[in-house]
């Protein structure tokens, strides 16, 4: 499995480009990249994923670097509400499931 | 409203005593997961059912149980043998468990707490 490292905490000011970075330098041809956000006791929120162009849709935009060892999720004009912990994931297999392995994220804090 | 519910929001119990928590979906899925989420750390796969009757562990499956009697619904046993069960339990689902771009679609957690 794919390990991915992500900065523990980033601040935002509001309205500003948040641009979260995440290394995954391990991972193989066929593993996407997942993105979800977890606000503060809710469930986590589906938010992008791509295998190697890159990605937009209403939420965010996801770069994916051409060597797949890194990528970047962009919130183009992030507001208060954005505030939430940002997880990176490379999926793997589990025997025939499709399977994501969460890390500790990256806190954004997104302030006035 | 299509979605996945999780009932109830908060769940107290006392030691020793087994508790089954709740997850229904109307999205049609085939697949169903459990996670476990501790204060601080990221989700942990407890188990995982790709289809009706059929059920898988995941990474910490010791001293839970699941059954996957209907396709909407997955409820989770959390029994008297997990040593530590006070935890936030999430819910997810997807189309169909086996692609790697099968999206996962979480419900908004229970929180367990065992005094």
């Known amino acids: 499995d794919a390990k991915t490292t992500q900065p523990t905490s980033m601040d935002c000011a509001e309205g500003r480009a948040a641009n979260l970075p995440c290394n995954h330098s391990t991972i193989s041809g066929n593993e996407y990249v997942y993105w979800y956000r977890q606000i503060h006791s809710q469930g986590p929120q589906y938010i992008i994923h791509?295998?190697?162009n890159n990605e937009t849709n209403e939420m965010a935009s996801l770069i994916i670097t051409e060597d797949r060892k890194s990528s970047t999720l962009i919130l183009p004009h992030a507001t208060l509400r954005d505030t939430a912990v940002y997880y990176c994931?490379?999926?793997?297999?589990?025997?025939?499931?499709?399977?994501?392995?969460f890390g500790t994220g990256t806190r954004l804090q997104v302030t006035l | 409203d299509g979605g996945i519910t999780q009932s109830p929001k908060y769940l107290f119990r006392k030691e020793g005593q087994n508790v089954t928590l709740s997850c229904e979906q109307n999205l049609n899925h085939d697949a169903m997961y459990w996670y476990r989420q501790d204060p601080g750390q990221g989700l942990r796969l407890i188990y995982y059912s790709q289809i009706v009757n059929d059920f898988q562990k995941g990474d910490i499956a010791e001293g839970y149980s699941v059954s996957r009697e209907k396709k909407e619904s997955f409820p989770l046993t959390v029994t008297s043998a997990q040593k530590n069960p006070t935890a936030f339990y999430l819910c997810?689902?997807?189309?169909?468990?086996?692609?790697?771009?099968?999206?996962?679609?979480f419900g908004p957690g229970t929180r367990l707490t065992v005094l």
């Open positions: 791509g295998l190697k």
């Open positions: 994931i490379a999926t793997s297999q589990t025997g025939t499931a499709s399977k994501l392995t």
């Open positions: 997810a689902s997807s189309i169909s468990g086996t692609a790697r771009s099968d999206t996962q679609y």
